[in-house]
């Protein structure tokens, strides 16, 4: 017994120490590895699967919409990189450089690429020419490179992998539109697919992409009330065309600058589905994104027609669409059972001598632990019942907890007192100043997370922090 409490023993409560708990659980669940490059991570078979799952689904989701994948180099002269000089400065202390092809020192340094809009603009300008050639509707999935001072697995290491969108358009219009509805296929993703409630919004100015003319978010909240940037969506106006000579002729023969955008979501989602279902036990997967939704776990599995039986259910679970396994190994139900709680698969079935005899087998809830006793013939429509019903709880439940944890600040003192007291999101009042920005960072630690689309509450007349006249409703945090 003791060595099957062993596994979840392994994981710190995240009421003790959260931190510690989410690297406990990105370990003990088998998503990642550490690798022999420091701030770098192996994504595991567990991990990544998750990550196809996401890919799969978002990647449906673009072409809905037009979007064509492509894929770009990875690396960026440093000519190119330097021909947006906001874009450069964002990225300039995160940049690492290719210096040597082999023994020999090359003429130019080779940026390996953290995003890549130069390299889009430098395709754009000779791909386009005309009106008829516009929009450009693409998007790549990919690597990228950013070097971290500090990194935690999926949310912040030096490499990731993540989508990048980048495209062209003829006006300002359509460039505005097509950011928008990006950040509405994220926000509908998180929240249909991940079970992960979010709120839209944009950027301040101090906040923004480099380079970006408008950058749109989707902000989550996390178990322990910080918040995480879920998504981006950036209109870059034609201030990236201007700089690369991106323009095209249009209906009246005449030379203009094409207008765009880009958007991209990484592995850090990952983080976000930990942070925000898992629980003592390890990771709680909503069961759209599980990798494996049903696992069926035969008990006293050595006596005769458990197995087989076992199987057959296992086939019935599949043939009805759901992805399943069956745990056939030789280690105790209550390891298996531990097991299967901590990878947070959804459902687990129990089946012994006992149910095959009664003709039944036990649904066993991950996110509640709940067990619903059903027949053999029953099992499969059962499961997908549940499935869909913890699906639609667990956001429910997140969406409950993201939402007692938003508390309105009327001024500093306020703000002071919640940020000193509580976790969560502060709604405030804010003048449009970069200094009360950067006044509520330094003594709290805390930043602009955007400015709500569908709340502009005015919830005071006032800036929460200098108290002149306030123009937006802004949502507040410390953040990952």
Known sequence: MAKEKK?????????????????????????????????????????????ENIQKELDARFKETGVENVYMPMFIPESLLNKEKDHVEGFAPEVAWVTHGGA??????????????????????????????????????????????ETRPFLRSREFLWQEGHTAHATEEEAKERTIRMLNIYADFCEEVLAMPVIRGQKTEKEKF???????????????????????????????????????TDKDNTLQYVH????????????????VHGDDSGLVLPPKIA??????????????????????????????????????????????????????????????????????????????????????????????????????EMFERAKAHRDAHIYDAHDYEEFAGIIENKTGFIRGMWCGGQACEDKIKEDFAATSRCMPFSDQERISEVCVCCGKPAKKLVYWGKAY
């Open 291 to 392: 990798p494996t939704q049903v696992m069926v776990i035969p008990i006293m599995q050595h006596k005769e027609g458990v197995l087989d039986q076992a199987e057959k259910l296992k086939e019935a679970l599949k043939a009805a669409g759901i992805r399943v396994k069956l745990d056939d190994t030789e280690k105790s139900p209550g390891w298996k059972f531990s097991e299967q709680e901590m990878r947070g698969i959804p459902i687990r079935v129990e089946l012994g001598p006992k149910d095959i005899e009664a003709g039944q087998c036990v649904l066993v809830r991950r996110d509640t632990r709940e067990k619903t006793i059903v027949s053999l013939s029953d099992a499969a429509a059962k499961a997908k019942e549940l499935l869909e019903t913890i699906q639609k």
């Open 104 to 149: 020999n020192p090359l003429q130019e340094r080779l940026c390996v690429r953290p995003t890549s809009e130069t390299l889009f603009c430098d395709f754009y300008k000779n791909d386009i020419q005309s009106y008829r050639d516009l929009p450009k509707v693409y998007n790549q999935w990919c690597s990228v490179v950013r070097w971290e001072k």
């Open 260 to 275: 765009q955008t880009s958007w991209g979501l990484s592995t850090r989602l990952i983080g976000g589905i930990i942070m």
């Open 210 to 248: 480099a380079g970006a003319k408008d950058t749109y978010t989707i902000e989550a909240l996390m178990h322990d009330g910080k918040a995480l940037q879920s998504g981006t969506s950036h209109n870059f106006g034609d201030g990236f065309a201007r700089a690369f000579g991106i323009q095209y």
């Open 7 to 51: 596994l979840v023993e392994a994981i710190t409560s995240m009421e003790e120490d959260f931190a510690q708990w989410y690297t406990d659980v990105v370990k003990k669940a088998e998503l990642i590895d550490y690798s022999s490059v420091k701030g770098c991570m192996i994504i595991k078979p567990e991990g990544y699967a998750i990550w």
